[in-house]
């Protein structure tokens, strides 16, 4: 199984997936093949993933998303490492997701949330507020990707692998740039002690100097550590389990009843420039949706056309 794994692990570097992805995808089909004996794939059917997908599903009772990454994760294996279609996979029973309204912060808790951050975290929150941007695109940031003198922030290799530009807010303007004075200070004090290399996707590496300060992470981790995909001494960006824990804590502190996690500043950012005014095709764009429709479930929380009437009660 390992070699199968370590080569599975050589595919998914080459096209450049995160390492986040690569340990999802790993940990899924490791657990696929423990689920049937520790039987080869090869010699496994499409009745074999239906029967995995649906333990998942109605036995384990996980998440919509969780078995879809299950079944990617599987797919991937075949289709991609194999080299194998498996016949009748559109017949695999996957829970249907309900369309859940997102939930989103008024003006007032966003600023008390806020109140009880502070340094890096509040830094990142802001940042994901005024940007629309998911967690891990802000804790992925490389020090080239801000455009000081555009006012713009790229987001490379975004969800779906596709790239973006976002714009910067001009109220963080100042105080990203002092941020990236101390991460350049970091920087110099790790190249001064032999070490300074920061990890960069597979093809990347040989064309560019992972030295250079243009790409050190924006929001670098306090410690080095050893790259689990190289294994070199080097500093990741900061664990975005950081910032999750932050901000459910400082909503607590708010006295906020809500399920407090990154992707709410996202869902404010887009209902809040759906009420301000701003097309739902510009908006689709900052978020980097591949379908309109994914948008547009930001129209039922706006409050524009219906959701945005007085009650005759109030008149």
Known sequence: MSKLLDEIASVIRLRNYSLKTEKAYIGWIRKFIIYHGKQHPKDLTSKHVEGYISYLVNTRGVSVSTSKQAFNSI????????????????????????????????????????????????????????????????????????????????IKQGKGNKDRVTPLPLSLKEELQNHLVKVKKLHDNDLANGFGTVFL????????NSKDYGWQWVFPSGKLSVCPQTQLVRRWHIHETNIQKALREAG???????????????HTFATYLLEKGTDIVTIQKLLGHSDISTTAIYLHVARTGGAGVISPLDM
């Open 75 to 154: 797919m991937f294996m075949y289709n991609q490492v194999l080299k194998i279609q498996l016949d009748y996979m559109d017949n695999i029973a996957k829970s249907k997701r309900p369309q859940k309204m997102p939930e989103v912060l008024s003006q007032e808790e966003l600023a008390a949330v806020f109140s009880h951050l502070k340094g890096m975290h509040l830094l990142i929150c802001r940042l994901l507020y005024g940007t629309g941007c998911r967690l891990m695109e802000i804790m992925e940031l490389r020090v080239k990707d801000i455009a000081f003198d555009r006012n713009q922030i790229m």
């Open 252 to 266: 607590k502190q708010a006295g906020l009843n809500k399920n407090m996690h990154p992707h709410l500043l996202r």
């Open 201 to 208: 996707p597979q093809g990347l590496e040989k064309k560019y």
